[in-house]
């Protein structure tokens, strides 16, 4: 699946190695339009916060050591198999460039698409008008 518009590939599993201990980023992007990296880490468990603050530790390193000036703070994505919202929401300051989701591993049918996109519209549309 596509990442969108201007998205350049990196690296994948990019090792950092903080005094004897080795860590393993799955994916590296840059975004030129962006103008900032985009680190992707794929979880197939349950989500904890260890994941949480292991991807604020990446994101810290290229903030720190990585981009250069006039770039955009980093962007780190944790992509898991199931949901936990509530410990993103309580783990993750609400500035956080770290965002978690869910990923499928087939793409949905073209009903189940036509389902997600009609209660989506239902969800975001304004309350009905009342009339006299």
Not at 58 to 73: L, Q
């Amino acid at each position: 699946m596509e990442l969108g518009k201007g998205y350049l590939f990196e690296a994948r599993q990019k090792r950092f190695t903080f005094d004897a201990d080795h860590f393993f980023l799955d994916l590296v992007f840059y975004n030129r339009f962006l103008r900032c990296y985009t680190l992707i880490d794929l979880k197939i468990g349950k989500l904890t916060h260890q994941d949480l603050g292991q991807m604020q530790m990446y994101v810290n390193n290229f903030d720190r050591h990585v981009k250069t000036e006039g770039e955009n703070p980093t962007i780190g994505v944790i992509l898991r198999k199931d949901n936990n919202d509530a410990l993103v929401e309580l783990t993750l300051p609400e500035n956080a460039n770290i965002y978690a989701s869910r990923y499928q591993l087939y793409l949905p049918s073209k009903e189940e698409l036509r389902q997600k996109l009609q209660e989506w519209t239902e969800e975001d549309a304004p309350p009905p008008l009342k009339t006299d």
